[in-house]
C-alpha cells in the first residue's frame, strides 16, 4: 500500500487516491479508479499521464540522463555493441561472453526474409519513400507467421524478438536497393550486425565489398542510441496496438508508420533537409536570425528537444562520433561546413544556452548517415531498424507482466447533444 495519498476536490467532494514512485522519476497519482467515480482526467498528448510501469528505459530531461536498465548511454556506446545492448533490453541484464555468443548467432541464422516477400516490393513504384514501403513489408511478416506464434508462450515471444531483430535490417536495405534497381544483396553472417547492413546497402554482385570499420562503429553508435527512449509516440503506439493481442509483426508496423512523422523519426530528415535549405556559411546569420524571431515560421531543426531540456547525452556521443567520420572519409562538403558552424553558434551564443537549444541526435545523426552514403529519404527507416529491438523489449514486457488492459482512451465530447432524425420523404 502507497504511504502517501492524494485528494481530488469535485463539487466539494473529496476523492482519495495513492501516490506511488518507480525506483526513479517523479511520483504519479494513481488514477485508475477514477472512472468508477464517472470522472475522468484530460491530458491531450498523455504528457502527464503513466501509462505503464517498466523497467527498461529511464530519461531524466532536466539531468540530461538516458539508462537502459540502469547504464548510461555513453558508457553502453562506448563499451559494447549493438547485438549487446539488444539482449540487455530484451532479457533485463548484460549477456555473459557465452549468452553474447550464442544470442550473436541466433539474430544471424534468421536474417534472411521468405523469398516469396522478396516479390511484395514488385507492388511499389520505384519512387515510393522507403517507410512507405517499410511499413508495408514489416507488416507483410505477419503473414508468414501467424500460425507459428502463441504470443501466451514466452518461448514463441522470445523467438519473436530474434525473427525481428534479424529480419528488420535485411527488409530496410532491399527498400533502398529496390528504390535505386539494384539486385538485393543477401547478408552475411561473417559480419557484425552493423556490419551487414552496409554490405547489405552498398555491396553489389560486381565487386567485392569491405566494410570501413569507422563506418561500421560509427553505425553501431546509431543504432545503440536509437534503440529505446521510455514511451514515446511509437513505443505507445506498439504498446497499444498489442494491448489488444494484435500479431506483433502488425504492432511493430503500426511503430513504424507512428516513427515515420516529421515530429518524430523524420526529425533528422528535416535536420538535412534544413542544412540544404541554408546552404552555405555565409546565410548562417540570417538564418539564426529568423529563428530567433518568433513572429517567423522558420525553426532551426535539431537542435533543442521536447524532453530534455539540458545537453542529449545521445548527442555528445553522437558528436564525437561524426567527427570521426568526417575525418576519416575527409569529405569536403559545404553542407558539413554549415553543421560545423551552427554546431559552434549553437553551444555559444547565449540566446540558444538561454533556451537550452543545443544540439540534438538528430543533428548529429543525420550529418553521419549523409556522409556514409545513406540517403536522406532512408533516415527514418533507419531510425525503425534501430528502435526495432525497443519496442520488442517493451512489447515482451506487456505480455511478462501480465496484468495489462486493452488501451482505451476516454475523450470530452464536444458535439451535438441528442437530436432527433426525422423520416423523410424520399418518393
Not at 505503464?52 to 539531468?63: H, K, L, P
Not at 554490405?199 to 553501431?220: G, H
Not at 538564418?287 to 525553426?299: E, L, M, S, T, Y
Not at 488492459?405 to 424520399?426: L, M, N, S, V
Request: proline share 5%; net charge neutral; with cysteine.
Amino acid at each position: 500500500m502507497a504511504d502517501k495519498k492524494a485528494t481530488l476536490t469535485v463539487d466539494g467532494k473529496n476523492y482519495e487516491f495513492d501516490i506511488v514512485k518507480g525506483s526513479l522519476g517523479y511520483e504519479s497519482i494513481d488514477i485508475h479508479g477514477l472512472s468508477q467515480n464517472k470522472l475522468f482526467m484530460y491530458d491531450p498528448g498523455l504528457v502527464s499521464t503513466a501509462v505503464c510501469e517498466s523497467a527498461i528505459t529511464y530519461v531524466d530531461g532536466d539531468e540530461g540522463m538516458l539508462l537502459y536498465r540502469g547504464y548510461p548511454i555513453d558508457q553502453l556506446a562506448s563499451n559494447a555493441d549493438y547485438l549487446e545492448v539488444s539482449y540487455l533490453l530484451l532479457f533485463g541484464e548484460r549477456p555473459t561472453k557465452q549468452q553474447y555468443q550464442d544470442f550473436s548467432k541466433l539474430v544471424k541464422r534468421h536474417t534472411l526474409v521468405h523469398e516469396q516477400l522478396t516479390k511484395f516490393f514488385q507492388g511499389f513504384r520505384r519512387d515510393s519513400h522507403p517507410m512507405a514501403v517499410m511499413c508495408g513489408v514489416s507488416g507483410a511478416l505477419a503473414a508468414f507467421y501467424h500460425d507459428s506464434i502463441d504470443v501466451k508462450k514466452e518461448e514463441h515471444r522470445e523467438l519473436t524478438a530474434i525473427r525481428l531483430l534479424a529480419k528488420i535490417p535485411t527488409l530496410a536495405a532491399m527498400c533502398y536497393k529496390y528504390s535505386i534497381g539494384q539486385p538485393f544483396m543477401f547478408p552475411q553472417n561473417n559480419l557484425s550486425y552493423a556490419g551487414n547492413f552496409l554490405y547489405m546497402m552498398f555491396a553489389t554482385p560486381c565487386e567485392p565489398y569491405v566494410v570501413n570499420p569507422v563506418l561500421e562503429r560509427a553505425l553501431d553508435k546509431i543504432f545503440i542510441l536509437h534503440a529505446d527512449h521510455e514511451q514515446n509516440a511509437s513505443t505507445s503506439t506498439v504498446r497499444i496496438a498489442a494491448s489488444s493481442g494484435a500479431n506483433p509483426f502488425a504492432c511493430i508496423a503500426a511503430g513504424i508508420a507512428s516513427l515515420w512523422g516529421p515530429s518524430h523519426g523524420g526529425a533528422n530528415e528535416a535536420c538535412i533537409n534544413m542544412l540544404e535549405e541554408i546552404g552555405t556559411v555565409d546565410r548562417i546569420p540570417e538564418f539564426i536570425a529568423r529563428a530567433k524571431d518568433k513572429n517567423d515560421p522558420f525553426r532551426l531543426m535539431g537542435f533543442g528537444h521536447r524532453v530534455y531540456k539540458n545537453y542529449d547525452p545521445r548527442a555528445k556521443v553522437m558528436r564525437e562520433t561524426c567527427h570521426e567520420v568526417l575525418k576519416e572519409l575527409n569529405i569536403k562538403n559545404p553542407l558539413f561546413d554549415v553543421a560545423s558552424e551552427l554546431e559552434r553558434i549553437a553551444l555559444s551564443d547565449p540566446y540558444f544556452i538561454d533556451h537550452k537549444l543545443y544540439p540534438n541526435v538528430d543533428f548529429y545523426s543525420g550529418i553521419v548517415l549523409k556522409a556514409i552514403g545513406i540517403p536522406t529519404s532512408m533516415f527514418t527507416v533507419m531510425f525503425a531498424l534501430a528502435r526495432t529491438v525497443g519496442w520488442i523489449a517493451h512489447w515482451k514486457e506487456m505480455y511478462k507482466q501480465g496484468n495489462f488492459k486493452i488501451a482505451r482512451p476516454r475523450q470530452i465530447y464536444t458535439g451535438y447533444t441528442e437530436r432527433d432524425f426525422p423520416a423523410i420523404d424520399k418518393d
